[in-house]
């Protein structure tokens, strides 16, 4: 059987086809000898997404505690006075600087000889100080950083609260010879509270007594007088010499003497000073 020829067409077709891909071929190649590479299509797309709209998806954030107890550090020591006497019953208070959530606070309290004990605790930055309510209060909070196995013995320092405190003021401060002044005191319990703060409570309707030397003067306000709910009394009185008079207040819990600024004349309130003009000095060559 005689083969079979593709027409003339087709031959030329083929042929076409040939020679475009030997041409492409040829451009592939390398630069050298004065061939030219094709361009690189780009192989990615940026889309513009910025009109999509984003729905929110409702879920839960956690966040990593580390349980008190657990840690190799220990605390010990005892609580005492300034005067060296130990004291029982304190709080004793640890707080750890790492931020936890919620934050590591520990509490324990001391003995019948004044010594406590917290155990468990991480290495890092740590606050502690001590307390006892209503009598003791907090003299320096301990600040320190221990490291992962460490035990800390630690002296806590408390100060007795002062009970039932007198405070005053006067103006003018310092008070005018001759002059009259406002004269405010003020009652309160300053008593320890839950948390190792002073707190002052006001003393209403205490009865209070004006006392003093004869250079003092009662001007405004009866003699005695009755606290109001800030536990406050006021007067109006007037210093009749000049120097450090005598004045007070007495209640049932006792006198309790002021102590105020020295009288001063008025002139001496105004002081005048004069200064020499600077001296102006040639310098020579």
Not at 100 to 128: C, H, I, K, N
């Amino acid at each position: 059987m005689a083969p079979r020829r593709f027409p003339w067409r087709w031959r030329v077709g083929a042929l076409g086809v040939v020679g475009v891909v030997v041409a492409g071929i040829a451009l592939l190649g390398d630069d050298d000898g004065g061939r030219r590479r094709l361009p690189l299509l780009p192989t990615t797309t940026h889309a513009d997404l910025s009109g999509v709209e984003l729905f929110g998806v409702d879920g839960t954030t956690t966040s990593t505690t580390l349980v008190p107890g657990a840690g190799p550090v220990v605390f010990r020591g005892v609580v005492r006075t300034a005067g060296g006497a130990f004291v029982p019953g304190a709080v004793v208070r640890a707080e750890w600087g790492v931020t936890t959530d919620p934050p590591t606070v520990l509490d324990t309290r001391t003995d019948a000889e004044g010594r406590f004990e917290l155990t468990g605790l991480y290495g890092g930055r740590w606050s502690v100080r001590a307390w006892r309510t209503p009598d003791f209060a907090t003299v320096k909070v301990e600040s320190l950083f221990v490291g992962d196995t460490e035990a800390r013995d630690f002296e806590l320092m408390v100060a007795e609260a002062e009970g039932f405190t007198v405070t005053h003021a006067i103006e003018p401060d310092p008070p005018i010879t001759r002059r009259n002044a406002r004269l405010v005191v003020a009652f309160s319990e300053r008593a320890v509270d839950a948390d190792g703060r002073l707190v002052d409570t006001p003393v209403p309707r205490l009865a209070v007594t004006l006392v003093g030397s004869g250079e003092w003067e009662r001007v405004d306000g009866d003699e005695e007088q009755r606290t109001s709910a800030e536990g406050r009394v006021e007067w109006i009185v007037r210093c009749g010499a000049n120097g450090r008079q005598q004045i007070g207040v007495s209640t049932r819990r006792g006198t309790e003497f002021l102590a105020l600024a020295a009288c001063i004349p008025l002139s001496a309130t105004t002081t005048t000073t004069t200064e020499p003009p600077p001296t102006t000095t040639t310098a020579r060559p």
